[in-house]
């Protein structure tokens, strides 16, 4: 990744490229895209088959394409993967899909980016089955307290929106784990980071430092 600046706030879970100068960002791509001939320092990426591209018939389709993006240097991380209940073709395929990108993770040794809408019993039936060393992070998660806790129990790390930012999950999970993101919001990562420190009661520094020391221990470096 090109550097440029001083970064203060990570945004682990974007669709843009455009950010603030003092921010670094993982972009998402969905399988068939590709990484961007030029884009702005501080930009790493996430690639994946996202559920809601799945057809009946196209997921071999995607796993080639989805092979030849995450060779690429600057994308870190396999996802959005997942399971969403109310979107998207039903069933196996899903199934099938999510389990790919999770060997896929392991074997590149890169973190696993989760989409999950209503299939919590499905991705612990996955990860009972995957027994990842690599760390699997819900995105977005806006589940309830007891939802997070009774996750973050068997082992997974979560990032949290802006309307993800409850007292109730941020008291359910271990901050050590913690990631902060935009997502599609259209919103500033700084705007979350400073809603997450109100809300968690961290100084501004303070809350710099945590989710730059958990993106450390996510990825094995620093930015």
């Known amino acids: 990744m090109t550097r440029s600046g001083n970064i203060r706030f990570i945004d682990f879970h974007t669709h843009s490229l455009i950010g603030a100068d003092d921010s670094a960002r993982v972009v998402n791509l969905m399988a068939g895209d590709e990484v961007p001939a030029d884009f702005p320092a501080n930009t790493l990426f996430s690639a994946g088959i996202h559920p809601w591209q799945l057809t009946e018939d196209n997921l071999p389709e995607l796993q080639t394409e989805l092979l030849l993006t995450v060779a690429h240097p600057h994308v870190v991380m396999i996802g959005e993967a997942g ?121 501004e520094q303070s809350a710099e430092r945590l989710i730059r020391r958990n993106f450390k221990s996510l990825l094995n470096f620093s930015l």
């Open 83 to 203: 399971f969403d209940r109310l979107r998207g073709v039903q069933g196996e395929v899903q199934y099938r899909a999510f389990l790919f990108q999770a060997h896929i993770a392991e074997e590149v040794g890169k973190p696993l980016v989760i989409h999950c809408v209503k299939g919590w019993d499905e991705l612990r039936r996955a990860r009972r089955e995957v027994k990842p060393g690599r760390p699997w992070v819900i995105h977005g998660f806006r589940g309830s307290g007891s939802l997070a806790a009774s996750l973050a129990g068997e082992g997974f790390w979560f990032s949290l929106g802006a309307k993800g930012l409850t007292d109730e999950v941020l008291g359910s999970v271990s901050h050590e784990r913690l990631l902060l993101e935009t997502d599609d919001s259209g919103g500033q990562i700084g705007e979350v980071y400073r809603l997450f420190g109100a809300a968690a009661g961290y100084d």
